[in-house]
């Protein structure tokens, strides 16, 4: 039986860069590092009330993602106009600006450095 989501992992031929882009640019914590097997670094979001993201390598990923709608992360957040306009100042590849969808809330669609899409999202209450 399922209980839950542990996890999400991102792997990146660059998982430094990328842990630092969602830690420092889009305002995630990092809870963790660690060392793998191997010698590859882990990098952990802990996320309070839903899955942990995870970013490390992996020896077959490398560039950019050549189809970065297959999979994306959403960010829950307070303030979507606040939180579009800080990616923007700070220059995050914008996708698609904020857009509203009946009964669920509102989206913006960003790019990460790997070439990941990922979305920040506001929920109607």
Known sequence: MIKGMEGVTLFS??????????????GVKMTFEAELGGGDDLFGFEIKGGANLYITSHSRVK???????????????????????????????????????????????????????FQLVKTKA
């Open 13 to 26: 031929g660059n998982p430094k860069q990328l842990a630092d882009f969602y830690g420092k640019t889009v």
């Open 63 to 117: 560039g950019k993602n050549s189809q970065p709608e297959r999979m994306m992360v959403n960010w829950e957040v307070d303030d979507i106009e606040k939180e579009t306009a800080r990616l923007k100042k700070a220059r995050v590849k914008l996708v698609a600006d904020i857009y509203h969808i009946q009964d669920y809330g509102y989206i913006a669609t960003f790019e990460d450095p790997d070439g990941n899409y």
